[in-house]
């Protein structure tokens, strides 16, 4: 492994991350909180995304228009089921989802899940550098390097470990802020 397809790969972690925080309530509508959910569609899980039009008309309501009108009860059915804790109103062409201001204990529930995604992030990069690790063990066991190449390329890959852990942390840290301000 190289150097810059490790550094890539932690880059991917923190992109993942920052996906996953993506999808957390903050108190003002965002589409990205329907990403996660899928929707039983002909016998097949089926992104929402891919079944219809979701869009924000104001900061406290998402509307979800389905191109295909016969599934709006499968997409409500999903929503309902689904951890993001709204209730969705179908009128028989739309489905409304009013978000409603966070209660104090509803944010320190979403910061305790947006410290678990962090630290999935975490774990990711940490599972990198420990195979990247071992590749360079095994090379310095067949003597294809040498014992000080291996040294200085473990420190270069917990360098780029420590610099990816503090980009999650800072990431972690904004959402955190961005849940708790009211």
Known sequence: MQLAE????MQKSIEATQRSFNTLRTGRANAALLD??????????T???SLANISTPDASTITIQPFDAGSIAQIEKAISLSDIGLTPNNDGRMIRLNIPPLTTERRKELVKIAGKLAEEGKVAIRNIRRDAIDAIRKQEKNSDISEDEARDLQDQIQKLTDQSISKIDGLLAAKEKDITTV
């Open 6 to 9: 490790i550094k890539d790969h």
């Open 36 to 45: 996660r959910i899928s929707v039983e569609y002909y016998g097949a899980d």
């Open 47 to 49: 992104p929402l995304k």
